[in-house]
């Protein structure tokens, strides 16, 4: 039997007077519910005002395997005066064993009639309940976000990295392998002659081929190699190709025959060291690139509030997304005259991302996405149009209301566009959702000051 003095360990009932809890009593059903068994069901209706006397209840969100906040004894739950929540958008389950008073919510009216001072105490509860859920959420959008960028930019960085790698370990062996051959070369040939030659493999210019000529080019010089009596000349021949050599540049050299697989042994690991060192300085810069696109991005040690490259952004955005591009057509509609406005740059960049980040989602990562800037009466407007199905008029409206999302479930919380929404307000500025003929089109209107 529950007792006043038990429920006034309820925070919210600790000030209620000796006949307020007994009228609660009077008025509740005493319940009990083992470890692990689920009494708020995702999907249905709050019926009920859970007191919890004793144990803890955890939430889930539905479809997800973490408890997203726990409730614990001394606290309420469940169903509250004023609500207008019709259905729950998750569960509760005992994580311990429960005890608590339950008050139907037909019994509300007169309980608030009975005891007018719970009325300001259940706001409260209210109101804190839906600012602790607003913070989970949008916790959770921002880190699913953080880590789709973290996935996207560990698989941008990891192709440079890997290529620099292998280019160097190659490297390191290429240039002994050069090393070998020019203390043979110093041996065979006059200092003249090694001077001439390597003034020749200066002036050595690579060709623009196509895929057929190249292999064409490669399979004479293995063809000439071999008539010369070398060895793995197609081992060698790709190489000479790739830096402009031919068979006819080679024959010009006139190199006597007895130095002549040496010359090539040393020429080909010559080339091949610059062309390992070109690979290793691309794969660098690519990952220089890629850290300063995220530097730009998050505007890493600059003051919150900055002139901001629209375009700029714009890029560095389609950098950190560049893994999810390859079967995505980008076109860019770019006012040339477009100018800087003051802005706060890493709020924009998310807002960005967010849109660049649902349209590749609409269209599945392979179809058109279109991004448009141009100077509307001193207003900045951008315009991500993608080629993806489009919205329907009946949910339009709807795509800016915090945790109204159309992808399924786990793959976000429907806060991007709340999000995004909220970060142009706070530029004073707006954003809406249409659908044209070719897809969807978000347009993004930002005073210049």
């Not at 839906?130 to 973290?150: C, D, H, M, P, Y």
């Not at 700029?312 to 980008?330: A, F, K, N, P, Y």
Request: glycine share 6%; aromatic share 6%.
């Amino acid at each position: 039997m529950i007792t006043s003095d038990q429920l006034r360990t309820v925070a919210v009932l600790a000030e209620l007077s000796d006949s307020d809890l007994e009228w609660l009593i009077a008025h509740g059903q005493e319940a009990e519910y083992q470890a692990g068994e689920v009494f708020i069901r995702d999907g249905d209706a709050p019926e009920w005002l859970y007191i919890l006397l004793q144990g803890e209840v955890e939430f889930y969100w539905a479809n997800s395997s973490h408890a997203i906040y726990i409730t614990r004894a001394g606290e309420v739950v469940g169903a509250l005066p004023h609500s207008r929540m019709v259905r729950y958008n998750g569960s509760g389950r005992a994580a311990l064993p429960v005890r608590s008073l339950n008050i139907h919510r037909d019994v509300f009216p007169a309980m608030l009639a009975t005891i007018p001072a719970l009325d300001a105490k259940l706001i409260g509860v209210m109101t804190d309940r839906v600012r602790s859920i607003t913070q989970l959420n949008l916790r959770e959008e921002k880190l699913l976000s953080l880590g789709k960028l973290a996935a996207g930019l560990a698989h941008e960085l990891n192709n440079p990295a890997a290529a620099a790698n292998r280019a160097a370990a190659q490297f390191v062996e290429t240039a002994a392998a050069l090393e070998r051959h020019s203390r043979v070369m110093a041996r065979q040939l006059e200092p003249e002659q090694f001077d001439q030659l390597c003034q020749q493999v200066e002036r050595l210019h690579p060709r623009i081929l196509s895929a057929f000529e190249q292999s064409e080019l490669e399979q004479n010089l293995s063809d000439w190699l071999e008539d010369q009596g070398m060895d793995q000349a197609w081992e060698i021949a790709p190489t000479l190709a790739e830096a402009g050599v031919s068979p006819a540049w080679l024959e010009a050299l006139q190199l006597p025959d007895e130095v002549l697989t040496t010359a090539v042994g040393w020429l080909e690991a010559h080339l091949r060291t610059r062309l390992l060192a070109q690979e290793i300085a691309l794969s660098t810069q690519r990952i220089s690139e890629l850290v300063g696109a995220v530097k730009r991005y998050t505007y890493m040690d600059q003051s919150p509030k900055q002139e901001v490259d629209i375009h700029q952004g714009l890029e560095d955005t389609l950098t950190l997304h560049h893994h999810r591009l390859d079967s995505v057509t980008i076109q860019r509609l770019y006012d040339p005259n477009l100018p800087r406005i003051m802005a706060f740059g890493g709020e924009l960049n998310q807002v960005w991302s967010n849109l660049i980040g649902n349209a590749l989602d609409a269209m599945e990562d392979s179809g058109t996405l279109t991004l448009r800037t141009v100077l509307e009466h001193e207003i900045v407007v951008v315009e991500i149009t993608d080629s993806g199905p489009g919205i329907s008029a009946e949910i339009r409206g709807k795509v800016f209301d915090p945790f109204f999302s159309t992808k399924p479930p786990g793959k976000g919380a429907g806060l991007g566009l709340s999000i995004s929404n909220n970060i142009i307000r706070q530029h004073k500025g707006a954003i809406s959702v249409g659908s044209t003929a070719s897809g969807t089109v978000v347009r993004v209107s930002l005073p210049l000051v």
